[in-house]
């Protein structure tokens, strides 16, 4: 089995380079597919894994199906370019899915960091922004999710929608068998939260229960983009 990293990223390349750096750290990664909807594409990397770069419209869900278009790999895993994998993850998740056909996909807990760029008052309750994996039947995007190639096509990858893609796409993963989340952590930057705290958090737990609700994702994403 191998495995390709598919990487959405949007005017963020100075976190993106921060990412793939990390990614070298990682074995089995069969290539890195970056699909980049700035207006400046992200130049070529040079490090241990192969990296292709696709200029992509913006929208999350374009991106990261046309990640999936490109990818001939057995195994993908999403990877928000301000995140960082935990040690071995690639190994993990191959020998897992090796071992247990009996499920399709899953995730990791995630671990919230402070940006030194951003200093903010909020820096040391950033941990409760990690809650949210640790509750959740569904993995979230900045949890890298990962998912057989088959499955995800089976599936027609992440729905067009605004906003919690990754919440339906996780819910469809179901249909083929189980999601494991392991309890390794992936390293997510707290800039964001750190820049607008209480309306981050606000967002971060209240806008799923909105959504579960049935309240449309055209009006969370309009008010998502005013908060935060």
């Not at 964001?192 to 969370?220: C, D, E």
């Amino acid at each position: 089995m191998n495995l390709d990293v598919i990487i959405p990223v949007l005017n963020d390349h100075k976190m993106l380079s921060l990412c793939l750096n990390a990614l070298d750290s990682q074995e089995k990664i069969q290539k890195i597919i970056v699909v980049d909807a700035s207006e400046n594409v992200f130049s070529t990397w040079k490090g241990k894994h192969p990296v292709e770069t696709y200029r992509s419209s913006p929208g999350r869900s374009i991106q990261l199906n046309k990640g999936l278009e490109k990818s001939q790999s057995d195994i993908v895993v999403f990877l928000h370019a301000d995140a960082k994998l935990p040690l071995n993850a690639c190994k993990d998740i191959l020998t897992l899915l090796d071992k247990n056909q009996n499920i399709s996909g899953g995730a990791f807990r995630i671990s919230t960091t402070a940006d030194s760029d951003t200093p903010s008052w909020i820096n040391p309750f950033l941990f409760l922004a990690n809650f949210r994996s640790l509750y959740t039947k569904y993995p979230y995007g900045d949890q890298a999710i990962f998912v057989r190639r088959s499955v995800a096509l089976s599936i027609g990858g992440f729905p067009q929608q605004e906003i919690f893609e990754d919440l339906e796409f996780s819910k469809k993963i179901w249909n083929y068998g189980r999601l494991h989340v392991f309890s390794q952590r992936v390293t997510v930057s707290g800039r964001r939260i750190q820049a607008k705290p209480l309306r981050s958090f606000l967002a971060f737990h209240t806008f799923p229960l909105l959504y579960h609700l049935g309240v449309s994702t055209k009006i969370l994403y309009s008010w998502y983009r005013k908060i935060c």
